[in-house]
């Protein structure tokens, strides 16, 4: 089993900045063998929609809504997975989720909260 927790949610004004972190912990063995991490989010209403993911080799892919604004990026250690966030926008408003993937399980955090008002 694998445990994702995410930090670094708040209230920021449009036009700024955050980076959210996510760490994974319990088992060694399948925390060695994640292929795939990213960041998904939902707000009130919508449905959970990718974010960002990016794989063990490099590869990133981002959603329409975010490009160029958001960089994913994995920690030296393998248990982790940043997220910074440029130019914050209200319509980012959401809870951002950590997922990893392990074979053909999945993992998720509890969350996130993303605020963007002025």
């Known amino acids: 089993q694998v445990q994702l927790v995410e930090s670094g949610g708040g209230l920021v004004q449009p036009g700024g900045s955050l980076r959210l972190s996510c760490a994974a912990s319990?088992?060694?063995?399948?925390?060695?063998?994640?292929?795939?991490m990213g960041w998904y989010r939902q707000a009130p209403g919508k449905q959970r929609e990718l974010v960002a993911h990016i794989t063990n080799g490099g590869s990133t892919n981002y959603a329409d809504s975010v490009e160029g604004r958001f960089t994913i990026s994995r920690g030296n250690a393998k248990n982790t997975v940043y997220l910074q966030m440029n130019s914050l926008k209200p319509e980012d408003t959401a809870v951002y989720y950590c997922?990893?993937?392990?074979?053909?399980?999945?993992?998720w955090g509890q969350g996130t909260q993303v605020t963007v008002s002025s």
């Open positions: 997922n990893a993937r392990v074979l053909i399980s999945e993992y």
């Open positions: 319990g088992s060694i063995v399948s925390i060695n063998r994640m292929n795939r």
